[in-house]
């Protein structure tokens, strides 16, 4: 069974940088060993979290890379996917697009902004994965 974790954003240091929040999913799944996705919402913020995983943490290295930019996406662990960029389904998918994933994975995880105001498409998403039949998770971060 499939499952989505929906990561609420509550502590002030991912508050004001939820990318950084981004950078230690990306850590925590890679060190699974499973392929991960981390579905953009464009090529700003796939530069933007390029840059971060490179420094977010001086003893953690979590290889990424763009994907389409090389040839060898299918050997990245962690892929950074824009919308304009189609890819297989990998194992494990960070969410940060405006709507659900709709492919198939083992594991989705949604990242809930700290404004209470931002939260409602991700209530939304909460039913929509629901009535697809994931196991559903909720993790105050």
């Not at 990318?19 to 850590?27: Q, T």
């Not at 990245?76 to 709709?102: G, H, K, M």
Request: glycine content about 4%.
């Amino acid at each position: 069974m499939a499952r989505a974790d929906f990561y609420i954003i509550s502590r002030p240091r991912f508050a004001s940088e939820p990318l950084r929040l981004v950078c230690e999913l990306a850590r925590r799944c890679h060190d699974t060993g499973l392929a991960t996705s981390v579905l953009v919402r464009d090529e700003a913020q796939a530069d933007l979290l390029d840059g971060l995983l490179w420094e977010f943490d001086e003893a953690a290295y979590v290889p990424h890379q763009i994907a389409g930019v090389d040839e060898d996406d299918a050997d990245s662990p962690v892929l950074i996917v824009t919308p304009a960029i189609a890819v297989p389904d990998r194992p494990q998918v960070i969410n940060l697009r405006e709507a659900a994933f709709r492919g198939s994975c083992e594991r989705v995880l949604e990242v809930v902004p700290a404004d209470p105001a931002a939260r409602e498409p991700l209530r939304k998403r909460w039913f929509e994965y629901q009535a697809r039949g994931f196991e559903l998770n909720r993790h105050e971060v």
